[in-house]
């Protein structure tokens, strides 16, 4: 949410009908625009100038930290922009299908970010498995921090995301199984015994470079 403007010299307003200030000669107070008829005590609303409303945050669908420098959502939307503008990222990973969000590729083209969209369907047993070479994919991005800052997403922030977070916690980090379950889980609810078996199963070779390796990375 965008603060309120009350100057209507820095902005355009072709919702409203006009922006009209005070006819007094009290300069603290302007008058805020109704864009729909109202009663006469009721057509305007007198605040004082000095007041601004605070900018509200929000972030995407599932946001949550993975380790320092990398993030995980769901699909990011506009309300979503001023958000992840705050996060200075260098690179977003897209593990989804959707090809028609025209106000996030704008975005994303103003903010200089690099952005992979790795084509990923969701798994649905027994019609669709996970894919491996998207999960390689998007590991050989996170395994070099130049990176980072990153966001990885998928549509909802569920199930393709947090298999690739599984898999990045048990090869890149050695956690335990149950560890990784209850992540996935905490994410994706009940669903995913399929996601759950990949997890357990897939063990990819990934292309290390040490001088770009990120701190959290555990090497045997």
């Known amino acids: 949410m965008s603060s309120l403007p009350l100057d209507n ?3 355009d307003l072709p919702e409203l009908e006009e922006l009209e200030f005070d ?10 625009p109704c864009s729909t008829p109202l009663p006469p005590h009721l ?11 605070p900018k509200i945050y929000v972030p995407p669908l599932n946001f949550s930290v993975v380790e320092d420098g990398i993030y995980r959502s769901g699909h990011p939307i506009k309300i979503n922009f001023d958000f992840l503008a705050r996060l200075n990222l260098q690179t977003i990973i897209y593990l989804g299908d959707k090809e028609d969000q025209c106000d996030y590729y704008r ?3 103003n903010q200089n970010i690099k952005f992979h969209y790795i084509k990923t369907e969701s798994s649905s047993e027994p019609f669709v ?3 491996p070479d998207s999960i390689v994919k998007a590991l050989n991005l996170i395994v070099d921090k130049k990176n980072f800052p990153i966001l990885v997403h998928s549509n ?16 890149l980090q050695g956690w335990s199984l149950s560890g990784i379950f209850d992540e996935y ?4 609810g009940g669903k995913g015994e399929a996601d759950l078996e990949f997890m357990e199963l897939f063990n990819p070779q990934l292309q290390l470079n040490l001088q770009h390796k990120p701190e959290f990375v555990r090497i045997d």
């Open 129 to 131: 498995m996970n894919n």
């Open 156 to 171: 909802k922030g569920k199930h393709r995301v947090g298999v690739l977070v599984g898999i990045m916690r048990k090869i």
């Open 23 to 32: 006819d007094d000669d009290n300069d603290n107070e302007v008058m805020i």
């Open 9 to 11: 010299n820095d902005i």
């Open 185 to 188: 889980v905490k994410f994706a």
């Open 107 to 109: 975005w994303l083209k």
């Open 43 to 53: 057509s305007s609303i007198v605040v004082p100038s000095f007041y601004k409303y």
